[in-house]
């Protein structure tokens, strides 16, 4: 006797279901095992750039944003021309910790500013962690900060300018020596390392800035109310940059300013361009 038509084909429905669910397992398991891949590649907080580069991005007034890419990611810039062309090169700027490219205390004040002096600008978006990382916690991620380096400087280049300066503030100056300590053949003219030192409670630095082996002319400024590790390290920095033997080294402190030089920041941009002026 034939069974019904209905009943041939009963056992389809558990097949479907078991592969609805091994699919449903294998893409979960592949979302996991990226999730986790990409979290080695980047130990820092994407999610938390994305959010800030939504918020900066079209509140750029002044110059415009742009996205550099590293070959692997992008990430937001903003270049500025000089007023008065040719300028007499681009400075990169190299923003301090957790913060933006556009942020409104020294880094605004210095890329727009020095664009009124004769230099073209790049602020760049640095890798950032979330609110409670520690000082410690940042120099873990110092790698994911060379490549940015890498394509800021590579998208000058392609722009064939050749007079390229580096400028960092705070925690950025650590991200700045670690990629110029790896990169002395790469074309950057002068260093410029604001309030360079800086720690957490606690965390005193690992190891001295090796200033020593980085041979172009550096300025090394901070403000007379900075932060003591920034003080207390000067004296070794100095030893340091003057054991490189760039005899346009400097190292300069802007009166009255703290570690964000607030209602500071024009003596800050002015001892900044005088300098400037000596190369």
Request: proline share 7%; with cysteine.
């Amino acid at each position: 006797m034939f069974k019904p038509a209905q009943h041939r084909y009963a056992s389809s429905a558990p097949q479907s279901t078991h592969l609805a669910v091994f699919w449903v397992l294998f893409w979960a398991t592949t979302c996991i095992l990226f999730a986790s891949l990409h979290s080695l590649l980047y130990a820092s907080d994407l999610a938390k750039e994305q959010r800030m580069r939504q918020q900066v991005a079209d509140y750029v007034m002044a110059g415009d944003a742009i996205l550099l890419n590293t070959g692997k990611q992008k990430f937001l810039s903003i270049y500025m021309p000089a007023q008065e062309q040719p300028a007499w090169g681009t400075i990169i700027i190299i923003h301090g910790r957790g913060l933006h490219p556009n942020w409104p205390r020294l880094v605004f004040p210095l890329r727009t500013g020095l664009t009124e002096n004769d230099w073209n600008t790049l602020s760049i978006q640095m890798p950032v962690l979330d609110n409670e990382s520690s000082f410690y916690d940042y120099l873990d991620i110092l790698p994911e900060s060379h490549p940015r380096i890498n394509a800021a400087v590579d998208f000058l280049k392609r722009k064939n300018q050749k007079n390229i300066i580096l400028l960092a503030h705070s925690c950025g100056v650590y991200m700045a020596v670690d990629w110029l300590h790896a990169n002395p053949d790469a074309g950057i003219r002068a260093f410029i390392g604001i309030s360079m030192g800086p720690t957490d409670y606690g965390q005193p630095m690992p190891k001295p800035f090796p200033l020593q082996d980085i041979k172009i002319p550096i300025l090394d400024i901070r403000g007379e109310n900075d932060y003591p590790s920034v003080h207390r390290n000067a004296p070794r920095r100095w030893r340091n940059i003057q054991q490189a033997g760039n005899p346009k080294s400097q190292q300069w402190m802007v009166e009255k300013a703290d570690h964000y030089y607030n209602e500071r920041d024009e003596a800050l941009l002015d001892d900044i361009t005088e300098w400037l002026d000596t190369l």
